[in-house]
Structure formats: structure tokens, C-alpha cells
């Protein structure tokens, strides 16, 4: 017994010796962490989502992501930004289970507004989460056998940059980087921001004046308040920090053009002096067109996911009051049931309709999913004071704002006033919220709030149409005939085809095809108490289906002669594939 210990204890002083190089990843992280539920515990692509990534860095964590996951993610540019940037898309499915193609499919995207950069980070979180917890959890992994994702975390690569590196407000810029005469004086980006104290945040300028209307309050001087209209101030506003460089009265009036990237899709759209910040037309941006040429090559893409801020909102179409008879009200059964269960999980955020709860909107991408694709489709705006201190105090409320500084963020989310030598306007003080409060999340809520609209994007997928084929019966009808009735059952809350895909005729039909047997003719049943049933008199054995619904059943009919085995099988370009063997 001794000698057996002896053979145990010197075994174990020599696999803890050699440990470095024998020890797995798993054991590793059994012996230095804990698991934390519901995320990933040892993640292959180690990422800290707790911080804004460049685009240097966003493409080194999907090549990561391709290196440590090759059978789950494929890495490819669509196509060239205006400044020859490269548009990433992640395809994220498992690729041994089938065909990316053939599979049903979800659209993911992030920052079409440039400021919007939070939109990029949940993109790639929700990609990350999905292949770190690939075989790690069944329900991810049966969604990754079932369904495929494309991942575009940003579709403004050259103001995603811009935004974090140039000088800029919270705002600024919403486009790209293509340069217009914004204030029509006839040259183009003479008068650009002016980050004048170097901290990368175009902020405010403020001066003393004997006529001002705001004094800084005594209790926090960081707070400027207005005095009464019976009252004497001491400073004034003078609006964003920066120089007057073409002499036209205004600071700032001519930097990168303003177009609006969201007002440039193909549908409804309106000119520039309906809508303000559409372009030259439908498409004219280049990473729109890149997007849409994307999509139009995936029949197979049946849900959508739009990534903006400020808000907290969950929103669907129609962008316009004119677009409401888009909608069709069995497809807005199907977005409410969705989204009002998002409601519940994700604390502050409010499901809403964009012309009725918003603002009007026209040539939307929200809506050229929908009405142009036929493509279930809702735009979260990210980010809600809620989240700080679970308040309803609503977007720039300033009290709020200087609470949180000093209570979460501890000085770090505001300039502190300080005196400047302005060549304009004389002895100025320069300070207020930096460019990466407000409309973005500070840190701490990030990641919290990227895994909760992962999960309202992964409840979406899920619920992108899963068919099968059950309930085969056969009947006998003598003289080497037999009546084969199968049922195409759609188990998920989207139809194969939504109504504005059946108006259109956006997509083919759905197949059901019976092989291995004769086919004398082919019928769709319509009624099988009453045998009510509409004969296909061409091609009996592939029987063309309109639309299979959400959680509904089609039954189809075929009278066949003579008998052995066959098999059933689907093809729906939205709802993937189904067979079933005799």
C-alpha cells in the first residue's frame, strides 16, 4: 500500500513539474476561474467588451475568430467603402451540419451612423457569444445546425475611425466621409471641427458677458443654469468649441458632408428637400449598395437586425405614415410577439413603431428590408439613461448626467472648464460632456447591454421559419394506386414567405417534392375533412407552395402507381430544407 502511494505521489510531482506543457486549456481555466452562467468560460477569441475596438482591431478579432473557429465562421469583404475601406461580413453557421446557403438566415449590422458605434460592438458580440458557446450550450448549438447568421459590425468604416479619432461631438459625424458644401458658399470642408484644447471632444465655448443669461452653479460648477427673466447672468453661451475659418459668422459650418446613410435605400425614398440628408439617389452611398447587393444574393436571409442609438428602443416600420398599408396586419402579429418579449428582458428599452412613436422616415433601411426583401426587420436603438439608475429621466437631462459623472464615471465623462485665448471671440472657457458620453455607453454597461440585444437578435433567428415533414399516409385505392398525404409542418412564429413577399411575388415559391414513386398527379390540400384539394396538372411531383406560416402546416397530395419506397423532401429559398424517407 505504501509502495502504490510512493508510485502515486511521485506520478503527481512529476505531472505538476511538467504541467506547463500538459496541461489543458480547460484545466487552466478550472484552476483559475469560476464559471460565470450563461457566458462563455473559457472563450477561444479572448475579447474585452468593455471598450470600443478601431478597425484595426475589429478586423484582428475576426481573423480570430476564423482561426479558432474554421468549422463556424467565414470572413469576407463585400465590397469598398467611399474611402476604399473594406466591408467585413462574418457568416457564422455550422458548416458541417450544411450549406450556409441552404439554411434559413439572419442579417445583423452595425453603425450606418458613424457616431454609433455601440451598434459595432454588439454585432460582434453577438457573433462571438454564438461560436464561444457552440457546443457548450444545446439550444446555441442546434441554432448554429439550423440557422445561419451574417455579421456586418460596421457599414461605415471610414467615419467608425473618424468618429473616435477626429474631433467630434457625441452627434458628429452621422455620415460618411464624403466632403459637401454644407453652408453654400460655394467651397467644400473650409471650416472643420476645431478641437482647440486637444482632448479629442468638440465641446462647448462659453464666455463671461455682462448681458449673459447663465451663471455657474455654486453648489457644482460644472452645471451652467439659467437665470430667471428678471435676473442678471454672468456667462454665455457661444456653442461647439472651434474657430470660424471661412468668415461666415459660423464656428464649424463646413466639415465632412452631411448626408444621412439612412435616408439612402430604395424604398419610399424622398430627395433631399423632402428628406433631409437623402443623397443623389436611391444607392448612392457605396457601402449601401455594397449591403444590397449582399443581400439581393441571399434569398436565404429571412430576419434582420439594425443596430443605431440613442434610446433604448425596439422598432419596426413603417418609417412613414404613406408606407402603412405595407404592413400587413399578420406580419405585425408576428413583430409584436417578438418584440413585446424583448421588452421583458431588456429593462428600459420600448418597442415602437418609427412614423407613429419617432418621426417620419423615407428610403429607410429599416424599410427596404421589409418592403423591399419582404424581410422581417426592427432597429434597437441602443443605449437608455434608464441603465443608470433605473429612471425614467428621459435623454439629456442634465441633473442626471452630472450624477452619473460623479457617482459611476467619477470625472471621467466631463471637460472641466478651463480658460482659452480664442482668436475670435477673446478669453473663453472650454469644457462640457466628451464625445463618448451620453449617446454611447460608458463601459461598465456595454457588456450588459450587448448580450441582452444579442438575445433579442438570437430569439429572432430562432423564430425564422424551421420546417419539417410529418404525419405521411398512405392510402390504398386498388389497381396498383396509392394516395400519399404528407404535411409540411413550419414550427417557428415567421412564415416561409410574409405577406409583403406574397404581394410581390419577391421570392419563388416553396417546393414539395415526392421521389422514388410515379406520379399520376399531385394536389395541395386545402380542406382534408372535406377533401377539398387543388390539382398542379404540370410537374405533379414538385408541388409548388405559396407559403408555409408560422406555426401552421400546408398538406399536399400525390396519387401514385405502384409501391416500394420514396422520399419527400423541401426546399424553401427562407424556410431551408426537409425530407423525409419511407
Known amino acids: 500500500m505504501k509502495f502504490k502511494n510512493w508510485i502515486y505521489t511521485t506520478a503527481l510531482s512529476a505531472a505538476m513539474c511538467f504541467g506547463a506543457t500538459q496541461t489543458s486549456d480547460a484545466q487552466v481555466a478550472a484552476e483559475r476561474y469560476f464559471r460565470a452562467n450563461g457566458t462563455p468560460h473559457n472563450p477561444k477569441v479572448q475579447v474585452s467588451w468593455n471598450r470600443y475596438h478601431t478597425n484595426k482591431a475589429l478586423l484582428e478579432i475576426m481573423r480570430d475568430m476564423v482561426a479558432k473557429h474554421p468549422n463556424l465562421v467565414k470572413l469576407e469583404s463585400i465590397g469598398k467603402s467611399y474611402q476604399n475601406n473594406d ?23 452595425g453603425n450606418i451612423h458613424s457616431n454609433e458605434i455601440q451598434g459595432t460592438e454588439f454585432t460582434l458580440y453577438t457573433a462571438w457569444y454564438l461560436m464561444e458557446m457552440y457546443g457548450e450550450l444545446d439550444f446555441i448549438t442546434e441554432i448554429l445546425k439550423d440557422k ?195 421588452e421583458e428582458f431588456m429593462p428600459g428599452y420600448r418597442y415602437l413603431v418609427v412614423y407613429k412613436d419617432l418621426y417620419s422616415v423615407f428610403g429607410g433601411q429599416l424599410d427596404w428590408f421589409y418592403g423591399g426583401r419582404g424581410i422581417f426587420t426592427y432597429s434597437n436603438e441602443l443605449m437608455t439613461s434608464y441603465l443608470y439608475f433605473h429612471k425614467n429621466a428621459g435623454r439629456g437631462n442634465q441633473d442626471e448626467q452630472m450624477d452619473v459623472d460623479k457617482y459611476l464615471t467619477f470625472g471621467d465623462a466631463f471637460v472641466k472648464w478651463k480658460e482659452y485665448e480664442h482668436p475670435q471671440f477673446g478669453t473663453v472657457e472650454i469644457g462640457g460632456f466628451k464625445k463618448n458620453f451620453g449617446r454611447l455607453h460608458p463601459g461598465f454597461l456595454l457588456e450588459q447591454d450587448a448580450h441582452r440585444n444579442a438575445a433579442f437578435s438570437i430569439l429572432h433567428a430562432y423564430h425564422t421559419p424551421k420546417l419539417s415533414v410529418m404525419d405521411v399516409k398512405e392510402v390504398d385505392l386498388g389497381g396498383g394506386l396509392k394516395e400519399i398525404t404528407a404535411t409540411i409542418y413550419n414550427e417557428r412564429l415567421i412564415p416561409t414567405h410574409s405577406s409583403q413577399d406574397l404581394k410581390y411575388k419577391i421570392e419563388r415559391p416553396d417546393y414539395v417534392t415526392i421521389t422514388g414513386a410515379k406520379v399520376v ?8 375533412d372535406f377533401n377539398n384539394v387543388t390539382e398542379q396538372k404540370v410537374n405533379p411531383e414538385k408541388i409548388s407552395v405559396a407559403n408555409i406560416p408560422g406555426m401552421g402546416a400546408v398538406k399536399v397530395r400525390w396519387i401514385v402507381s405502384g409501391g416500394g419506397n420514396y422520399s419527400i423532401t423541401v426546399d424553401s429559398a427562407k424556410g431551408g430544407k426537409a425530407s423525409w424517407k419511407k
Not at 424622398?270 to 439617389?281: F, K, T
Not at 448612392?284 to 429571412?302: L, T
Request: proline share 7%; glycine share 12%.
Open 521 to 528: 398527379t399531385g394536389f395541395i390540400v386545402e380542406n382534408e
Open 148 to 342: 445561419t447568421f451574417y455579421f456586418a459590425p460596421t457599414i461605415n468604416p471610414d467615419a467608425h475611425d473618424y468618429f473616435m479619432t477626429g474631433p467630434n461631438t457625441g452627434s458628429s459625424p452621422r455620415s460618411g466621409m464624403m466632403v459637401f458644401d454644407n453652408n453654400g458658399d460655394g467651397e467644400y470642408g473650409e471650416d472643420p471641427m476645431d478641437d482647440l484644447d486637444g482632448d479629442g471632444s468638440i465641446t462647448t465655448m462659453i464666455r463671461k458677458s455682462p448681458t449673459g443669461n447663465f451663471i455657474k452653479d455654486p453648489m457644482d460648477p460644472r452645471k451652467l443654469i439659467r437665470v430667471g427673466i428678471d435676473e442678471k447672468g454672468e456667462y454665455e453661451m457661444l456653442g461647439q468649441e472651434g474657430l470660424d475659418r471661412d468668415g461666415d459668422g459660423r464656428v464649424n459650418s463646413d466639415g465632412i458632408g452631411y448626408y444621412d446613410p439612412n435616408r439612402d435605400w430604395g424604398w419610399n425614398w424622398q430627395p433631399d428637400y423632402v428628406q433631409s440628408g437623402a443623397l443623389r439617389y436611391p444607392f448612392s452611398v457605396p457601402e449601401n449598395r455594397a449591403v444590397v447587393d449582399f443581400v439581393m444574393k441571399r434569398p436565404n436571409i429571412a430576419a434582420a437586425q439594425s443596430y443605431h442609438n440613442y434610446g433604448g428602443m425596439i422598432l419596426r416600420g413603417p418609417g412613414a405614415e404613406e408606407d402603412l398599408g405595407t404592413y400587413n396586419a399578420s406580419d405585425v402579429r408576428i413583430y409584436d410577439a417578438i418584440a413585446k418579449k424583448g
Open 87 to 109: 466591408i467585413w461580413v462574418l457568416t457564422v453557421t455550422d458548416f458541417k451540419a450544411g450549406k450556409a446557403e441552404d439554411k434559413p438566415a439572419m442579417w445583423i449590422d
